[in-house]
């Protein structure tokens, strides 16, 4: 059957139209999208006026199909027409931007010299270690024995040695070339006896009262040839004159070729604290005694203070009393030689002490002597 004069189906494009309709609208959002990122990153963000778009209904009529030769036929069959749609959506534009470029404005380059923070010296704080007097063993603040230091202005040297106890003695050694000696003394209303004695051979006594006060009296001493080395003594007597008030005998020094040497010079000794010139001493000189019961004292005010001595092999036993009260027995003994050395003695109590150190006459059985060195004290 010849099916060549019946009409066409008529073709549906409804579905590829949408299908167009959707990509360009996708198409469009992309690129919107893309616009946006980059101006955002740029820091510009461009506004496009949103557009309502809307399709006109679309008639569609088919071509008619007729024999060649016949008549034309011009059928009245009309599509179905698309509904009328409205869509909104962002025109497919590519958004314009300007941007504006400024011409950077160049800084000169400084070139900035490091300042070093100054170096700062930390010092730190010492702790206060109180500071100690020295009393040198030549001070008239010690007594050796019962000879006295009584410092005196108007005596040579500032000062004298006295003592009135019976039988104490001053000595020094004469040199050999001595061919003038003379002695000094101080005579007043308080003055007693003392006796001169030049090796072993009394020479004379002398009376040292008189009413009013005398300074540097002087006696000379007489040497017979040949010339040698001598020993004088001089010795309290504790004698005096009924018009005297006391027994003191008042030692001011001597003058050796008339060469003076004071009273607290190392060369001369008192009973039996001899004196003795070292560089390793405090001072450059310390007194030694070696006879039982010597003493020396001194007075301190405060709870503590140092006996300056030393220790060797030869050096014995010594105690100390604080106000008549025994508060340490000392050994000095020691297998070497060592100066300067400090026994401290503290925690006696506030105001005014009376110190006494006395010789033993005694010694550790591994020491040689009994000989105990007193080379001045220390107090705060």
């Known amino acids: 059957m010849d099916n060549s004069n019946q009409p066409r189906p008529a073709v549906n494009y409804t579905p590829a139209f949408l299908i167009g309709i959707l990509g360009t609208g996708l198409l469009g959002l992309l690129c919107i999208i893309i616009v946006g990122g980059l101006a955002y990153f740029r820091g510009f963000s461009p506004t496009a006026p949103t557009q309502t778009f809307t399709p006109a209904p679309l008639t569609i009529t088919p071509l008619s199909t007729g024999t060649a030769g016949a008549s034309t036929l011009t059928p009245t069959a009309t599509s179905t027409a698309i509904p009328s749609a409205t869509f909104t959506f962002a025109p497919t534009l590519t958004p314009s931007a300007t941007f504006v470029y400024y011409t950077p404005t160049f800084l000169p380059t400084r070139t900035r010299t490091p300042t070093s923070a100054p170096t700062k010296t930390f010092t730190p704080t010492p702790t206060r270690t109180p500071t100690l007097d020295t009393i040198h063993d030549t001070s008239y603040a010690i007594t050796y024995d019962s000879w006295v230091g009584l410092p005196d202005s108007q005596a040579l040297g500032r000062g004298l040695r006295c003592s009135g106890r019976k039988g104490e003695v001053l000595a020094f050694d004469v040199p050999a070339n001595t061919m003038k ?31 009013n006060e005398q300074y540097q009296f002087v006696y000379d001493v007489s040497l017979a040839p040949p010339r040698q080395k001598h ?28 060469k003076p040497v004071d009273d607290n010079h190392f060369g001369v000794r008192y009973d039996a604290w001899t004196g003795i010139a070292n560089g390793h001493a405090v001072g450059g000189t310390y007194r030694i005694a070696s006879i ?15 006996w300056v001595t030393a220790r060797g092999p030869n050096f014995g036993l010594a105690e100390i009393y604080v106000d008549d009260r025994l508060v340490m027995t000392v050994d000095l003994y020691f297998r070497a030689m060592k100066w300067n050395h400090a026994v401290h003695i503290q ?21 040689g002597g009994d000989g105990v060195v007193f080379d001045g004290f220390r107090v705060p």
Do not use: M, W
């Not at 105001?351 to 006395?358: A, R």
């Open 292 to 306: 039982a019961n010597s003493v020396v004292t001194f007075d301190i005010s405060g709870s503590q203070f140092d």
């Open 231 to 258: 020993e004088l003594r001089i010795v309290a007597l504790h004698e005096k004159r009924n018009a005297s008030s006391g027994y003191q005998v008042c030692f001011d020094g001597l003058r050796v070729n008339n």
């Open 181 to 211: 000696l003379s002695l000094f003394f101080y005579r007043g209303p308080n003055q007693g006896k003392a006796r001169i004695i030049l090796d072993d051979t009394a020479v004379d006594t002398l009376d040292l009262y008189k009413d």
């Open 347 to 367: 925690n006696l109590g506030g105001g005014g002490h009376t110190v006494k150190i006395v010789v033993k006459g005694e010694h550790n059985p591994q020491s």
